[in-house]
């Protein structure tokens, strides 16, 4: 028994002893790795070993990273991938497509190589770097818009764009509908992840094309539910055609609103659809109102597209949002029925009140600027508008100092022009029978006063010459001159009568 016992003693001893060297080498082992340097090489830098598209980032920080792979990136966009289908080729140039590496997105892949997981998982990966490398996987991008754009320029002889249903208006407003087509064009999802696949993984610089059936945005169906079956309204305004630069201002800004569809309950704005006025967007220097004077000026002309559009929605009988008058009356309308437009600053609006879309037709023909509407005849209305004049406001008259006219002498450099205020209704009946009468935005047509320039000149008068007698005595004085009479008053040849309002002007 006795013997047993220290046999025992014995055995628990040693198993305590193999047990406390086990815990010693567990504690040890780790130390031992740490004070070889394996795991205890600065976070802040990339682990050896770890690589992004072959360009080696061990041993950096995440800005000297960032740099190395900004240098990738623009060597990247140098290059030139082949686009290949079936017997054709196309180079694409990179740089042409906005290609685009996430450096963020990559250094913190890269600095986490190799720190995440368990100690025994961190140190096997480690090992792994060392002896294999390590491959970060790139975050690629690009341009979606310039892609699909430039591919479709390569490819223009492969692909079919599709083509949207529409309205046909003949020659006597017979509305018909003309179908949908649809396109072919590259499978643009499959060519991005294609494109980034062959240049994280440093494959030849080459990728098959794929094609795909493209859907018009506007199909068939979506025309016929619209309803549109007939005129419901049209206006047209002249211009002189003479003035080129006006008349191609006209042109530009109309041909904005041609063939729009406007939907059920959709507001539009002129400033939205045209779009700023600027020699960009094709616009030229022609005469526009500025503090009540005709002076050159970006986009002279639109305002009467404005305008011819204003009165044709009016006759539409739809609803009128914004709207502004001009400074002083223009030519081509009757008074109070204009709409002045400036970009940012004035706009008209209006929104289609109807339950039916509206299909819209521009007209620039020689002098003449115009608009129809087409929608569903169920909502055409006789329409009736009136305006008249509610207040006349007399011009008043300005005097200027003019050193350059003779003192006292006037010159009326500007007429003056009454101003006005202006009312207007909107009559809207069925077969006769009054639906609705409704008070339109009124206008107010500000005064432009006489301008009389006033001389300031002093004028010295001449001493007329003497002669003297031979003896020295006397002077012989010449006969008394009469002064010629001098008119006060008199016009410029540029002013007008100051009993008389300036017309109206065109803009």
């Known amino acids: 028994m006795v013997v047993n016992k220290k046999k025992n003693r014995v055995k628990n001893s040693r198993k305590k002893m193999i047990f406390g060297f086990l815990v010693v080498a567990l504690i040890i082992t780790p130390l031992a790795f740490l004070n070889a340097g394996f795991f205890n090489s600065p976070a802040e830098k990339v682990l050896p070993g770890v690589k992004v598209m072959g360009i080696d980032l061990g041993g950096l920080n995440k800005s000297e990273g960032i740099v190395r792979i900004n240098g990738l990136e ?48 961190q140190w096997r990966d480690r090992k792994s ?191 009128i949002v914004e709207r502004y008058n001009h400074s002083l009356p223009v030519s081509y309308i009757p008074i109070g029925r204009d709409a002045t437009v400036v970009y940012d600053v004035l706009d008209f609006k209006f929104r289609n009140s109807t339950d039916s879309s509206i299909f819209v037709k521009a007209y620039v023909t020689g002098g003449t600027i115009g608009f129809k509407f087409y929608g569903n005849t169920a909502y055409k209305r006789d329409v009736k508008v009136n305006t008249w004049v509610t207040q006349e406001i007399e011009p008043g008259v300005v005097y200027e100092s003019d050193p350059t006219l003779p003192k006292g002498e006037q010159v009326i450099k500007k007429g003056g022009a009454k101003g006005f205020r202006v009312a207007g209704e909107r009559i809207i009946s069925l077969y006769g029978v009054e639906e609705k009468r409704e008070q339109l935005p009124s206008s107010a047509y500000r005064p432009v006063n006489k301008v009389i320039a006033v001389g300031t000149l002093e004028v010295l008068a001449q001493t007329p010459p003497v002669s003297q007698t031979p003896t020295g005595g006397l002077y012989n004085q010449p006969p008394a001159v009469k002064p010629e009479s001098r008119t006060n008053e008199r016009q410029a040849s540029s002013g007008t009568n100051s009993g008389q309002p300036r017309g109206p002007v065109s803009r």
């Open 129 to 319: 770097f060392q002896q294999n490398g390590s491959s970060v996987v790139p975050e690629i991008g690009f341009d979606e818009e310039k892609l699909e754009q430039r591919v479709k320029e390569l490819t223009k002889g492969l692909t079919v764009e599709p083509v949207d249903a529409t309205f046909y208006i003949s020659g006597n407003d017979n509305v018909t509908i003309v179908p949908a087509k649809e396109g072919i064009g590259v499978d643009q999802e499959k060519l991005k992840k294609e494109l980034a696949q062959v240049l994280a993984e440093n494959k030849q610089l080459a990728v098959e094309l794929a094609l795909v059936t493209k859907a018009p945005s506007r199909s068939t169906t979506m025309v016929e539910a619209m309803g549109v079956n007939g005129l419901l309204a049209g206006y047209f305004t002249n211009f002189d055609a003479s003035k080129i630069s006006r008349s191609y201002n006209i042109n530009v800004a109309a041909k904005a609103f041609d063939e729009q569809i406007i939907l059920p309950g959709q507001e539009v704005s002129f400033n939205q659809l045209v779009g700023p006025r600027s020699s960009e967007a094709g616009y030229k220097n022609a005469p526009v109102i500025v503090n009540d004077e005709l002076v050159e000026g970006l986009g002279g002309g639109v305002c009467q597209v404005s305008t011819t559009l204003y009165n044709c929605v009016l006759l539409a009988g739809l609803e």
């Open 74 to 121: 623009k060597d990247l966009r140098s290059s030139r991938v082949m686009l290949h289908y079936q017997n054709e080729s196309w180079p694409l140039l990179l740089s042409e497509v906005g290609l685009d590496l996430n450096e963020e997105s990559v250094m913190e892949a890269a600095m986490n190589a190799g720190r995440t997981g368990s100690l025994l998982q």
